[in-house]
């Protein structure tokens, strides 16, 4: 019989944000390499790793430890591998082998353990030593310290800083605490103290504003709370995890990373951790007709756990497996022979399928027998944010019942509490519900704006031109001519003194010639009822200037009028509207300001009844807070304004944007915008005579008009702690 056991070498699972895969060797790339490593066996079951390096380190190389599989990585930042290989066999006592991997900005060194241990990392000057000591040290027990040392402080280093502690949650629901360091070179310890991670900072302050719990247990991570305090120059962070859980740092520059990952324990499950498959250690098997128990034995005495055989296991196999997990070994055998496991603690009982369904099923029926049995206590829940109604009906859901069938649920609406009658067993489970679901909703501040920006430009220019033959009455010459809007200007020249007195008739409009006093000259006659005579009439409407003069010439008894008028608007404008609303988390809030426009509507019966139209400008939001602090809203912003009056029934202008958006918190989100330009360039002529060089400005009227409008509609949610202030 041959039995072996041979340490995997396999991914830690690890790795530095933005890190390549490791190269096999690539020691032209750093000035400073790492040239030799040892292996020394010291007294008390102690090894000594000594890495020899072509230049000194300034610190020790930083690490961090996988207890599944045992692991310790150490990174030698700005080191190459010189060593020409890529893996050493050590096989000196819980060393079974190191790994390096060169990457692009420093060399990891993977040391494979058959046990997690404590360690030690000194430098002087090239040489850096690792000790590893004898003792096991327990990843999930009660008095585990399993010391990870990043960096070690120097006599007369400076004083660090942390900047920012933060917490997220990962995507595979992990906790992950992240803190920004003023540089790289602290001194950093980690080590698992009971239930507890502690890391401390050596050398390191904390501002007072980072001395604060972090409550993250609504994140839905492993971790409950983060404390970070002042110890005198060195600053400790405690962090609480639950339930079972495995953690692994590393640090990038200036940035410390703590993850906490979950672990889902299975009770069939031999090897616990994170990742899927098997995940013991390798070992090889060679077996010519053995008994199946003699197998298990040999299990057993490898991996150091209690296997109970139940006295129908019995028969012979062959085997021969190579470089398998003891986990996989152990289920190839189990399905071989028709056997199946089940596990508690560090004890595995093997027995036939049959036998463990069968004593399995007696368990559930003597367990709901006792249930059945098992006396009646009654508890009283004072609910302090959730309404006892509610929770009453939360419990008591037909469809998935958490009370017994026994158990029962009153409610005191007045003081909102609840009275249960159950087994201890669900009164515990009832607790737990409360805990987790009794607790003060978050707040949001939704502010909204509505941006109208508007810039309209336009420019006109028209004329007036008339031509009027003179008409003589005795000694008393008079004319008319036409000017800017509808009136008639009656002209009466004296002949004497060639004084012209206008007389204004009105129509519409008012005149724009003024009294005008030619000396030497004759009066030009108009037609015989005074009515306007113009021949062209393209004035500028409501235009803010004009220019106008008249020409007569007394032997051909002409008058010549002539009109010009222009116009140019420059406007500029903006209309914010802001509409802000706060609500509680997943509730639905509307906030509402503006008119009830009234109209009349024909009913069944014939008659007209008043009915009013909202023209409104309205905020609906329903927002849900997300664990890592984002916040995910269906929103409704509407603006509407009374508009034109179509038949005594005015017209209502909208705008509106109806949308589900995820925004950070405090973060501005741009939900929507709608640009509006209007060129126009109109021309109005006489034809023929509008289309003549020069001249044809006098037959046209020019129109030119350029409008732009925009709107904006601008979103900003804001979470809003317990005393309603914005975060």
Known sequence: MLVTAM??????????????????????????????????????????????????LTNPPAGFTLNNPSRIALDFPAVGNGLGKNSLQAGQGVLKGVNVAQARDKTRLVLNLSKMVAYNATTQGRETTIILQAGETSATGAGATIVSRFAE????????????????RGKNGEGRIMVDLSDPTAGIDIRQQGKTVVVDFINTDLPSKLQRRLNVVNFNTPVLYVDTIKQGNNTRMIIEPQGMWEQSAYQADKRFIIDIRPVQEDPNKLVQGSKPGYAGEKLSLNFQNIDVRSVLQVIADFTGLNIVTSDTVTGNLTLRLKDVPWDQALDIIMSSKGLTQRKTGNVIWVAPTDEVAAKEKLMLEASAQIEDLEPMRTEVFTLRYQKAEVFRNIISDAKQKILSKRGSAVVDVRTNTVFIQDTVKHLEEIQNIINKIDIPVKQVMIESRLVIADEKFGRSLGARFGVQKQQTSGDTRYGSS???????????????TGTITETIANRVGSSTL?????????????SADGAQDLNVNLPVANAFGNFAFSLFRLPAGFLLNLELSALETDQRGKIVSSPRVTTANQQKAIIEQGTQIPFQQATSSGATAVQFKNASLSLEVTPQITPDEKIIMDLEVKKDRVGQVFANVPSIDTQRVQTQVLVSNGETAVLGGIYEQTERNDVDKVPFFGDLPFIGNVFKRRIKQNDKTELLIFITPKVMDENLSVR
Do not use: C
């Not at 402080?153 to 997220?168: C, P, Q, R, S, Y």
């Not at 003024?514 to 108009?526: E, K, L, R």
């Open 7 to 56: 340490a995997g070498i396999g991914s830690l699972g690890i790795a530095y944000a933005e890190e390549p895969a490791a190269d096999a060797n690539r020691p032209g790339e750093f000035a400073n390499k790492i040239e030799k490593l040892d292996f020394v066996a010291m007294s008390g079951g102690r090894v000594a790793i000594q890495i020899q390096t072509t230049a000194a």
């Open 514 to 526: 003024a009294t005008t006093s030619i000396p030497g000259t004759v009066g030009v006659g108009v």
């Open 153 to 168: 402080a120097k006599a007369g280093e400076k004083l660090h800083t942390l900047n920012n502690i933060d917490f997220v």
């Open 482 to 496: 036409g000017t800017l809007g509808n009136t008639i200007t009656q002209r009466t020249i004296d002949p004497t």
